[in-house]
């Protein structure tokens, strides 16, 4: 089991990592933060994510649809964003942000990475 601080130093070792947070998208709340750039607040992407988390939870509740989101993909033009909620118990009501470079970052081997570290982390 991983720590937060060591969750945070695995997930920026994933190839085009930019930034990683974990986020409480019920406050919007960040709880911890590896990387960034001057040019990206990271506290603020992540805050501004808890939205869309927000969203997709009322949506798959609405419809009834009795499953749990895995990860969500935004991808704009020269980044994945890669958002994945918790599912020990622990770490309910959290998700990890991941900002990944395109050009630098394979993305199904990044989630797999994001999939297995937020298996081991432990709140």
Do not use: C, W
Not at 7 to 30: E, N, Q
Not at 49 to 58: E, I, L, Q
Not at 72 to 77: K, V, W
Not at 98 to 107: I, Q, W
């Amino acid at each position: 089991m991983a720590n937060l601080d060591t969750a945070l130093k695995d997930a920026m070792s994933i190839d085009g990592a930019i930034g990683v947070a974990l986020v409480d998208y019920t406050s919007g709340m960040t709880l911890g933060v590896a990387g960034g750039t001057p040019e990206i607040d990271l506290t603020i992407a992540a805050a501004g994510n808890t939205d869309v988390v927000r969203a997709k939870m009322r949506t798959i509740e609405m419809l009834k649809l009795n499953d749990d989101i895995e990860d969500m993909l935004i991808t704009l033009g020269g980044q994945y964003h890669i958002i994945r909620p918790l599912t020990g118990p622990t770490g309910k009501g959290l998700f990890l942000y991941l900002m990944l470079s395109k050009a630098r970052s394979n993305l199904a081997l990044a989630r797999h990475q994001l999939r297995t570290i937020e298996e081991q982390l432990e709140l």
